[in-house]
């Protein structure tokens, strides 16, 4: 079945500073990505989410790249402030009719003033 | 915006007890899920259900049983919990990839 990995476990950066989270999946068949956060003490927000026929979406500093070739979908942040600091999960699914998501194992994000 | 409320957020109980935890929705969604979350592993998917009576079976349903009694309402049911079971568990509910979560229930089995 389908494998997420997704890098770094760890991710600390500087305030206005970009962050990059990458996850790599294996399932050609794969045609629904997202991303979720997770602040603490809290349930999963959903970030973004696309469509396998896009390669790229912006919204409000918010970045997703999909390269289907390598099975590799991003999240880059531009211009983290400390309020983005949480831990970010990707999640995926095949739309076989379940709509089951395959979730990453996350990334804990920190933002220094 | 979507609801999904969980009870009880906190529980407490013993090796052997029985638990049950609710979730409600409030979005008109047909698909409800169960997840438990632990450290390294992310989120796993325990039981799901496309509507009031059904019930599909995850990737980590063992000693776990999951009823859902209407469209709103999705049940987990822990007839002998283990100390393994201890974790903390979100409900989701979506109409297709877009899934919401509940606030979560943490779980301790002593």
């Known amino acids: 079945g389908e494998q997420v990995e997704q890098r770094p476990p760890h991710l600390s950066v500087r305030e206005g500073d970009s962050a990059i989270i990458i996850c790599t999946y294996t399932d050609s068949a794969t045609a629904y990505f997202s991303w979720y956060k997770q602040e603490a003490g809290a349930g999963l927000q959903l970030l973004m989410s696309v469509l396998s026929n896009v390669d790229r979406k912006e919204e409000q500093g918010l970045t997703v790249l999909l390269n289907k070739k390598d099975k590799r979908l991003s999240l880059n942040l531009t211009a983290a402030h400390p309020g983005d600091s949480a831990v970010y999960f990707c999640a995926v699914s095949a739309s076989s009719g379940s709509w089951q998501l395959i979730f990453g194992s996350g990334t804990q994000l920190t933002v220094m003033p | 915006e979507a609801a999904v409320t969980q009870s009880p957020r906190n529980k407490v109980t013993v090796t052997g007890g029985n638990v049950t935890l609710s979730c409600r929705q409030t979005n008109s969604h047909n698909y409800m899920y169960w997840y438990r979350q632990d450290t390294g592993h992310g989120l796993r998917l325990i039981h799901y259900?496309?509507?009031?009576?059904?019930?599909q079976i995850g990737d980590v349903p063992d000693g776990y049983k999951a009823t859902r009694t209407t469209q709103e309402d999705f049940f987990l049911l822990l007839e002998l919990a283990s100390p393994s079971q201890t974790s903390l568990y979100f409900c989701a509910s979506s109409e297709w990839g877009e899934q919401y979560f509940g606030p979560g229930t943490r779980l301790t089995v002593l």
């Open positions: 259900s496309y509507g009031a009576g059904n019930l």
